[in-house]
């Protein structure tokens, strides 16, 4: 999120789409096959910046589950392949800087590498 972008457009009363979707916005790791939802509920994910973790999540924390979701998103829009849904973030939520190293573990694994460039 372009967070200075953001308070300016919710001062103008405008939607925040240009602070939350820009160019390179979403970075997204390598698709893996989905183990199924059970494990996903056995399973914490976590956000590393040069190693030492800023976030952990499990989506047992979500308010929808991923039924939920996919039916609504799908009746309220449409779904296609290839389409991704975008959910939310768990508590730790930071900025971050040109040169930070950040990685994206599922459990023990890392999912994900990223060099910020800015």
């Known amino acids: 999120t372009l967070r200075d972008e953001q308070n300016e457009l919710k001062k103008k009363g405008h939607p925040w789409l240009r602070a939350k979707?820009?160019?390179h916005a979403a970075v997204v790791t390598d698709f893996w096959s989905f183990p199924g939802e059970e494990t996903c509920?056995?399973?914490d994910f976590?956000?590393?910046i040069h190693d030492q973790i800023?976030?952990?999540g499990n989506i047992q924390q979500m308010l929808?589950?991923?039924e939920q979701m996919v039916e609504e998103v799908g009746e309220a829009f449409g779904l296609g392949e290839g389409d991704l849904l975008?959910?939310?973030t768990p508590e730790g939520v930071g900025p971050i800087q040109?040169?930070?190293q950040l990685s994206l573990f599922w459990g023990t694994e890392r999912k994900g590498h990223f060099s910020v460039r800015m």
């Open 21 to 23: 979707g820009f160019k």
């Open 41 to 43: 509920k056995a399973t």
């Open 46 to 48: 976590s956000l590393l």
């Open 54 to 56: 800023v976030q952990k």
């Open 64 to 66: 929808f589950s991923f």
């Open 86 to 88: 975008f959910t939310g």
């Open 98 to 100: 040109s040169g930070d």
